[in-house]
């Protein structure tokens, strides 16, 4: 899928018109979802954000019909949803509402009704806190530093270089949780403290030789350092992944292969294990 922003102009354009009374990220990340399973080129999508009237759904409504666009739209106003809906629909134009479905479910399923208010999702609280905090300790913690702190992380990570510790750690910040990394360097001991930390909050990772090899290359390659240390060399890295693994034996710890694995796919591992220990 290629898509042209709005000041661009293209023929035969397909066009998708992002409608929202907020921010208007949901609406867009399902619109980017579902067009990303499509082959098509020059898709056109344009941004209607903190739409609040009847009238500006009508003039998107009309540009809409002209254009032969779609739309996609988060209102959670009953009043301006049901506008677009009834418009749309005697202009021919398709309309598709994200949000809807999903209140007017939730709210049959509790017996209570929506407070109807844009925005909420955005609003600081404490889980925005929680967030700012864990990456903060992400950051403080990452690569072995502050030791002597690790017992307040909610997960701690361990692998050699390039197994992808901290990027893991920033991901799982992002998602409220504390998360230190301490790299295994072949054939040295591991700090004593690291043994009093529960096992079930440690997590080790080993990944492919080649994998690594390649990610480590790459590396050097960026820093102008020549290939020719045992750091990018195969049966170096053999070693170093086994020795890590008796490190992983010797904790009793689960250990992640990330070799074919996304990191949001090892973070919901991960996130999974804390929340069911």
């Known amino acids: 899928m290629k898509t042209i922003n709005d000041t661009e102009s293209a023929n035969n354009d397909f066009y998708v018109f992002v409608v929202s009374d907020s921010t208007g990220e949901t609406a867009e990340k399902v619109a980017r979802a579902a067009l990303s399973q499509f082959d098509v080129s020059n898709v056109r999508l344009k941004r209607f954000l903190l739409v609040d009237s009847a009238q500006k759904i009508r003039e998107i409504i009309t540009e809409a019909s002209k254009k032969k666009a779609i739309i996609i739209f988060t209102l959670v106003e009953d009043g301006l949803r049901n506008t677009m809906l009834l418009e749309s629909n005697s ?3 398709i309309s598709i509402d994200i949000i809807g479905p999903v209140l007017n479910s939730i709210s049959t399923v509790l017996n209570k009704l929506p407070e109807r208010k844009p925005g909420l999702i955005h609003r600081v609280n404490d889980e925005y806190f929680r967030r700012v905090d864990a990456l903060e300790f992400a950051v403080k913690h990452d690569d072995g530093q ?3 702190e690790i017992v307040d992380a909610d997960a701690l990570v361990l692998g050699i270089s390039r197994t992808s510790k901290t990027p893991l750690c920033l991901f799982l ?3 409220g949780f504390k998360a230190a990394n301490i790299p295994i360097i072949d054939h040295q ?6 043994y009093s930390i529960p096992k079930e909050k440690i997590f080790g990772l080993i990944s492919s030789p080649e994998r690594i090899m390649s990610l480590r290359k790459e590396r050097l390659k960026r820093m102008g350092i020549p290939f020719s240390s045992d750091y990018v060399i195969k049966d170096s890295i053999e070693e170093e992944i086994e020795y890590s693994k008796s490190i992983f034996t010797k904790l009793c710890i689960h250990f992640i292969d990330v070799t074919d694995k996304s990191i949001e796919e090892v973070a919901a591992d991960i996130i999974s294990s804390i929340n069911n220990k």
């Open 146 to 148: 502050r030791i002597d």
């Open 189 to 194: 001991e591991i700090n004593e403290l690291i």
């Open 91 to 93: 202009s021919s134009v």
């Open 173 to 175: 910040a992002q998602r």
